[in-house]
């Protein structure tokens, strides 16, 4: 069993920086795939990026590429996403989520392949 728990998020105006993180209970995170999600209200969720567990190649959405950065820090159990240049846009409940330990060839974007997450943080970005 994993449990996640997301923090940093926050409120902030256009163009500003947050650095969401979250932290992994359990002795396997550095065998799990990880990823960020996203839902705006009256909104599907949405896949913002993830990142492997076997090499750290990271996957992003579109509309966040270039000013998100996903990473991990196996030794803390904590997964990051480094969030730059916000737009109104972005304004949603953030979750992360991971796979069962071991997971190969997963579709990074398909919330269906994630067995655990976190119940969210709210990031609010004003124009």
């Known amino acids: 069993q994993v449990q996640l728990l997301e923090s940093g998020g926050g409120l902030v105006q256009a163009g500003d920086s947050l650095r969401l993180s979250c932290a992994a209970s359990?002795?396997?995170?550095?065998?799990?795939?990880m990823g960020w999600f996203r839902q705006a209200p009256g909104k599907e969720r949405e896949f913002v990026a993830a990142?492997?567990?076997?090499?750290?190649?990271?996957y992003y959405t579109d509309s966040v590429k270039g000013r998100f950065t996903i990473s991990r820090d196996n030794a803390k159990n904590t997964l990051y996403l480094q969030m730059n240049g916000l737009k109104p846009e972005d304004t949603a409940v953030y979750s992360c989520?991971?796979?069962?330990?071991?997971?190969?060839?997963?579709?990074?974007?398909?919330?269906?392949?994630?067995?655990?997450w976190g119940q969210g943080t709210q990031v609010t970005v004003s124009s």
């Open positions: 989520a991971a796979t069962a330990s071991g997971t190969f060839g997963i579709r990074t974007n398909n919330p269906g392949d994630y067995a655990y």
């Open positions: 359990g002795r396997t995170f550095s065998k799990r795939f």
């Open positions: 990142i492997t567990w076997t090499d750290d190649t990271t």
